[in-house]
Nanobody, 116 residues
């Protein structure tokens, strides 16, 4: 069975950094596109960063450009989200998504809270 598990969230002060990890298991013979999304209470879930099976990244939204960076370890089927210079408005549940063919697999999310 396919599983997607995020980790690395927590409480951090403004200006601090966090590195989120997302491990995908249940398959071994190919790499697939994966992405990070976040959801702020009362708002729609939004795309933060995406990376293809070959390591190509999409443009980052202006809200995180220059501060967030996505990367992947294809051997481990793991992606990361490095978050620097965090702001209170970055507070959200961060979700990882794996796409295999036409199906999406979501993790349960990890909470990131930016507060002094």
């Amino acid at each position: 069975q396919v599983q997607v598990v995020e980790s690395g969230g927590g409480l951090v002060q403004p200006g601090g950094s966090l590195r989120l990890s997302c491990a995908a298991t249940g398959f071994t013979f190919a790499s697939y596109a994966m992405s990070w999304h976040r959801q702020i209470p009362g708002k729609e879930r939004e795309l933060v960063a995406a990376i293809t099976n070959t390591g190509i990244t999409t443009d980052y939204p202006d809200s995180v450009k220059g501060r967030f960076s996505i990367s992947r370890d294809r051997i481990k089927s793991t992606i990361y989200l490095q978050m620097n210079n965090l702001k209170p408005e970055d507070t959200a549940v961060y979700f990882c998504k794996l796409r295999i063919l036409s199906r999406d697999y979501w993790g349960q999310g990890t909470q990131v809270t930016v507060s002094s």
